[in-house]
């Protein structure tokens, strides 16, 4: 099961950044994003939605994985590969999953004019190893979907991590 976290942010550049660190932490296997999601209320009060669209060339770099293999049973492997690859990426593109835009439509309504906020949904996490990364990045939790215990846990390890270590 998916965790929802939101967090915001001052301004886009900061946005921009943290989710390219969160990205950066998926590449490295510390948490399994399955959205990342910035959300910008600009300062005329429009919202604007930044996705991150990499859903279609998963499901191509699948849909080719398994038309390759189902064209090897029928000797035309090439064919097989460009169908299935084709066949991934629409549905990919088409596909929207993740966290839903009206739900961050109206939670961006609360944001000042000219800030911005990262929503998130991870499928696998390690708290002991992200927090400390994104800590230094600032932001405020505005939503989770975890229980008041573990967003209290996460709080106090974004408060920690964001203490000046002794020398």
């Known amino acids: 099961m998916s965790d929802l976290i939101a967090v915001a942010y001052d301004d886009l550049p900061h946005a921009e950044q943290a989710r390219e660190k969160l990205v950066q932490l998926h590449k490295e296997h510390i948490i399994e994003l399955a959205d990342v999601v910035i959300v910008e209320r600009r300062e005329d009060g429009k919202i604007k939605l930044h996705q991150a669209r990499n859903l279609a060339a ?18 035309m492997p090439l064919l097989g590969m460009a169908i299935g690859g084709a066949a991934g990426a629409a549905m990919g593109a088409s596909a929207d999953i993740g966290v839903d835009d009206e ?65």
């Not at 191509?60 to 049973?73: K, N, R, S, V």
């Not at 994104?134 to 505005?142: D, E, F, K, N």
């Open 103 to 167: 739900f961050m439509r109206d939670l961006a309504e609360n944001l000042p004019p000219g800030t911005a906020a990262v929503f998130v949904l991870v499928d696998k996490r390690n708290p002991e190893k992200a927090v400390p990364e994104m800590a230094p990045l600032g932001g405020r939790l505005i939503q989770t979907s975890l229980s008041p215990e573990q967003e209290e846990h996460l709080r106090e390890a974004v408060k920690a991590a964001r203490a000046p270590q002794p020398a």
């Open 58 to 75: 998963g499901g191509a770099l699948g849909g080719a994985a398994w038309g390759g293999l189902i064209g090897l049973i029928f000797f």
